[in-house]
């Protein structure tokens, strides 16, 4: 049974730092590209990352780009987002997400169709 499992997040003030970690089991990661997702109250569910299956390709939406960085460790089975420069509308609930086929396979822009397997989530709050 394929689970993964999103921690670090938490509340901050704008402008600090959070990395999220997403661990994974019931699947060998690198066969699968891993992507971040966030969901802020009444809105929906939008990209904010990806990376390919080895680690090499990456692919950001423009809100973070420069600011967020998507890393995965294959022999932990473990992928990372490191999030700097935080701001009050990065506030959301953050998702990963798994997929076996890589991200140069994926429609751009990346939607959350494009992932079959997903985390439960995990809250960021920044304030200003």
Do not use: H
Not at 73 to 78: E, F, H, R, S
């Amino acid at each position: 049974q394929v689970q993964l499992v999103e921690s670090g997040g938490g509340l901050v003030q704008a402008g600090n730092s959070l990395r999220l970690s997403c661990a994974t089991s019931g699947l060998i990661l690198r066969w699968y590209a891993m992507g971040w997702f966030r969901q802020a109250p009444g809105k929906e569910r939008e990209f904010v990352a990806a990376i390919s299956r080895n680690g090499y390709s990456t692919y950001y939406a423009d809100s973070v780009k420069g600011r967020f960085t998507i890393s995965r460790d294959n022999a932990k089975n473990t992928g990372y987002l490191q999030m700097n420069s935080l701001k009050p509308e990065d506030t959301a609930v953050y998702y990963c997400a798994a997929d076996p086929k890589d991200i140069s396979s994926m429609n751009i822009p990346i939607s959350k169709g494009e992932f079959d397997y997903w985390g439960q989530g995990t809250q960021v709050t920044v304030s200003s």
